[in-house]
């Protein structure tokens, strides 16, 4: 359970658990099942079905701790005791979720070399934005994710770099032109701050926005505070301010004008093109991004690389990417997914010169593929799709592959109604209800 202690008994067969903070209602949870758990630090443990749980213990062992000691340096202790990690079944629909002291995680993360575990950075960083200092309602989500995605990144660069960190602040970005790209520019979805009234699911403000956009504000406050080490006291000094009590974003931003009274001086709130009241309610791409081109060392070579695949440009030494990072990979599957589809022989040179690619079990990698696949009607390779499918449930994954799908051929569409028609019972009901949608089902 989300709780910072547990005790056995004295009742048979009867666990007592405490939480000794205030959280909010959301953050309850209960995991009933087969459990069994290994130590994976000094304060963590991880929790699975027996089955894989050496294979999460290596996925997450050391790793959580460095993680916890670099967010602790830069936003204040961890108050919550112990930071456990329960593996959830591959239905799970999210890559995380922050339960105090038991962040619930997607098994799509046990990919063998530590990869993916930036989502634990991320539902680590919950801790402080989130648990700590919460949304007051779900029209400010972008309070928990945009603070949330900032941090991250703020922990990947100490831990893996400023370019590294770049890199996957680059994913993201795409993610959100993605998201913008297919709901359109102008939808109320796109607002950070999300009007929920009749007719609003509450669950639909979970998409890009809150995060990528949520996370642009964020750094458009930093840029303007001065920089890093100026902005990091604030985020300490806001959580000290508002610690176990939900905000608006009228009471973040009133604390940041204080923090910093020249910027209230200057009038920043007002600044033309930067508007708070047009950062926060007006749809469409965020006014100010964070420059990203300490990256470019990672991804330039990556758009190269898929330009020279797309038949743009000829590579005089077509680069060896063995030892390329995840992030660097989907950078360059990400460019040749924007680009119109690849001839076949193209497709199958892809996978007889990337079989770590076309073969992947890790499942940023495979999605992208699939994606590959069906907009260049690759029909031969859809049980790879097929097989993805079934093998996982992560929102995040299934509905961009059924929007292709669905955008495809003929054959492509048929495909997607039979694999739902096989699959839909095992999926969560958000999952469900979103592929009906897209398949008019």
């Known amino acids: 359970m989300s709780a910072s202690s547990r005790t056995e008994g004295p009742e048979p067969n009867t666990t007592h658990f405490t939480m000794e903070h205030p959280i909010p209602a959301y953050l309850i949870a209960l995991a009933v099942g087969d459990i069994a758990s290994a130590d994976i630090g000094p304060r963590s443990k991880v929790w699975t079905e027996p089955s894989v749980l050496d294979k999460a213990k290596a996925e997450f062992e050391g790793v959580v701790e460095e993680y916890i000691k670099v967010a602790e340096g830069l936003f204040g202790p961890y108050v919550w005791g112990q930071y456990d990690i329960l593996v959830m079944p591959p239905s799970f629909p999210y890559g995380g979720m922050e339960n105090p002291c038991l962040t619930f995680v997607t098994p799509c993360l046990l990919v063998g070399d530590k990869s993916l575990t930036d989502v634990v950075m991320h539902e680590l960083c919950h801790s402080w934005f989130g648990n700590l200092v919460t949304n007051a309602n779900w029209s400010e989500f972008w309070l928990n994710e945009g603070f949330t995605m900032f941090s991250q990144r703020r922990v990947c660069a100490t831990v893996l770099g400023e370019p590294y960190k770049c890199l996957e602040a680059a994913t993201g970005q795409a993610l959100l032109q993605n998201h913008i790209t297919t709901v359109g520019e102008n939808h109320p979805l796109n607002c950070l701050r999300v009007k929920i009234e009749k ?32 902005f990091d006291q604030f985020l300490k000094a806001y959580i000290s301010k508002f610690k176990y009590r939900s905000v608006v974003a009228e009471d973040m931003l009133e604390f940041y004008l204080d923090y910093f009274p020249h910027l209230r001086e200057q009038d920043l709130r007002n600044k033309p093109g930067y508007e708070f009241e047009r950062w926060l309610n007006t749809p469409g791409w965020p006014p100010f991004v964070a420059d990203l081109s300490p990256g470019q060392q990672l991804t330039r070579p990556a758009e190269q690389l898929a330009a020279h695949w797309a038949g743009e440009e000829n590579l005089e030494v077509v680069p060896d990417i063995s030892d390329w990072k995840t992030y660097q990979i989907v950078h360059f599957l990400d ?3 924007e680009r119109p589809k690849l ?25 992208r593929w699939c994606m590959l696949i069906i907009k260049s009607n690759f029909t031969s390779d859809l049980p790879k799709v097929r097989a993805f499918l079934e093998s996982q449930g992560k929102q995040k994954y299934t509905l961009p592959i059924y929007r292709a799908l669905k955008a495809g051929s003929p054959e492509a569409q048929d495909f997607a109604r039979e694999v739902f028609a096989a699959t839909k019972d095992t999926l969560h009901v958000n999952v469900y209800s979103n592929v009906e949608k897209i398949l008019g089902a």
């Open 335 to 337: 460019k040749l997914v």
């Open 199 to 230: 007719g609003v699911d509450p669950d639909d403000t979970y998409n890009e926005t809150p995060y990528e956009k949520g996370c642009a504000f964020v750094s458009y406050l930093q840029h303007c505070a001065g920089g890093d080490e100026k």
């Open 343 to 367: 001839t076949h022989d193209t497709i199958e040179a892809l996978a007889q010169a990337y079989p770590h690619i076309a073969q992947s079990h890790n499942a940023e990698l495979t999605m």
